[in-house]
């Protein structure tokens, strides 16, 4: 399996408690989710959707996509807290 360092960007629908979730770092990723692990799986799930469309159009990757990370450097982690603990 391989490793890739892919920036997130979280957009919450408060109603709803969903977020949607796009990357700077690769163009057409779209996916949604509502806790940590839901988002993951998605987002996993979303960007091995994208490759497999990108190369059966013969498209080029993005570039994000195209360099695997041996061991990552620095992470970040979606935390979500109860309203009432959230400053």
Excluded: C, F, W
């Amino acid at each position: 399996m391989a490793l890739y360092s892919i920036r997130l960007n979280l957009e919450l629908d408060e109603p709803s408690g969903v977020y949607t979730v796009t990357s700077p770092d690769v163009p057409g990723l779209v996916t949604e989710g509502s806790t940590p692990e839901e988002i993951t799986h998605n987002v996993q799930e979303a960007v091995e959707g994208l490759i497999l469309a990108l190369k059966e159009l013969g498209e080029e990757l993005p570039p994000v996509l195209r360099k695997t990370v041996e061991q990552p450097t620095e992470t970040q982690a979606l935390v979500l807290l109860p309203t009432e603990l959230a400053a």
